[in-house]
C-alpha cells in the first residue's frame, strides 16, 4: 500500500511508502488523516506482554515544507499514455504501452510542439498512417481532446495501485469537463 502524503494545505505532495508514514507518525508530523483506508502494523512486546500497534491512514497532511506542484505535471509516454488509458485516440483500441507512440497532433516537423494538448496515444499503425498530416488532413479524427492533466489528476496517473478513499479524494479535484477512464 501506498499513502497520499499532503502538505498542510490538502495538496498533495507524494506517494510513500507505509515504513515512511511510519517514521512521519513517530515524529508526530502528520497533522490529520483523510480516508476511511488503514493499515496496521504491528510491533514488538512490551514487559506486560503487550504487542504495540500504529494505524496508518491512507491518506495523511503533514507539517513541513509546502511545495507548490500545480503546473509542474511533466510530460511523458507513461503519464500520457495512461492519461489516454492505454487507447489509441484514433482506432479506439487499447494496446500495451511497447505497442503504443506518442503522436503529435500538429505534426513537430510543423512547426507543432511536444506539449500536453498537442500529443495523443496512437498505436503504430494509426501514427504511421497519419505520418505528418494533421487529424483532419489524414481523415483521423481524435476520439478525445487532449489535455493538460493538473497536480491530483498527475497523482492518479503517477500509482497504478490507488485505494478506493484515495481515489474519490483525487476525483474530487479532477476537471470536471473532462471524461476519465480509471477502470483499467
Given at each position: 500500500?501506498?499513502?497520499?502524503?499532503?502538505?498542510?494545505?490538502?495538496?498533495?505532495?507524494?506517494?510513500?511508502?507505509?515504513?515512511?508514514?511510519?517514521?512521519?507518525?513517530?515524529?508526530?508530523?502528520?497533522?490529520?488523516?483523510?480516508?476511511?483506508?488503514?493499515?496496521?502494523?504491528?510491533?514488538?512486546?512490551?514487559?506486560?506482554?503487550l504487542?504495540?500497534?500504529?494505524?496508518?491512514s491512507?491518506?495523511?497532511?503533514?507539517?513541513?515544507?509546502?511545495?507548490?506542484?500545480?503546473?509542474?505535471?511533466?510530460?511523458?509516454?507513461?503519464?500520457?499514455?495512461r492519461?489516454?488509458?492505454?487507447?489509441?485516440?484514433?482506432?479506439?483500441?487499447?494496446?500495451?504501452?511497447?505497442?503504443?507512440?506518442?503522436?503529435?497532433?500538429?505534426?513537430?516537423?510543423?512547426?507543432?510542439?511536444?506539449?500536453?494538448?498537442?500529443?495523443?496515444?496512437?498505436?503504430?499503425?494509426?501514427?504511421?498512417?497519419?505520418?505528418?498530416?494533421?487529424?483532419?488532413?489524414?481523415?483521423?479524427?481524435?476520439?478525445?481532446?487532449?489535455?493538460?492533466?493538473?497536480?491530483?489528476?498527475?497523482?492518479?496517473?503517477?500509482?497504478?495501485?490507488?485505494?478506493?478513499?484515495q481515489?474519490?479524494?483525487?476525483?474530487?479535484?479532477?476537471?470536471?469537463?473532462?471524461?476519465?477512464?480509471?477502470?483499467?
Amino acid at each position: 500500500m501506498l499513502v497520499l502524503r499532503l502538505n498542510k494545505a490538502g495538496m498533495p505532495q507524494e506517494w510513500i511508502d507505509v515504513e515512511q508514514a511510519a517514521k512521519l507518525y513517530s515524529q508526530d508530523k502528520v497533522l490529520y488523516e483523510l480516508g476511511s483506508d488503514a493499515i496496521t502494523l504491528k510491533g514488538g512486546w512490551n514487559h506486560e506482554g503487550l504487542q504495540s500497534e500504529l494505524t496508518l491512514s491512507s491518506i495523511i497532511a503533514c507539517d513541513g515544507k509546502v511545495t507548490d506542484l500545480s503546473g509542474k505535471v511533466a510530460l511523458s509516454n507513461r503519464y500520457l499514455f495512461r492519461r489516454d488509458s492505454y487507447l489509441c485516440m484514433y482506432c479506439g483500441n487499447k494496446f500495451t504501452p511497447k505497442q503504443l507512440t506518442r503522436d503529435h497532433i500538429i505534426p513537430r516537423s510543423r512547426g507543432g510542439k511536444d506539449i500536453w494538448t498537442n500529443v495523443a496515444t496512437a498505436c503504430q499503425r494509426c501514427n504511421h498512417a497519419k505520418a505528418a498530416k494533421t487529424p483532419e488532413e489524414a481523415n483521423m479524427p481524435l476520439l478525445a481532446v487532449p489535455f493538460r492533466p493538473n497536480v491530483y489528476e498527475r497523482f492518479y496517473l503517477m500509482n497504478r495501485r490507488i485505494l478506493a478513499d484515495q481515489m474519490a479524494f483525487l476525483e474530487g479535484h479532477f476537471s470536471h469537463q473532462r471524461e476519465w477512464t480509471c477502470n483499467e
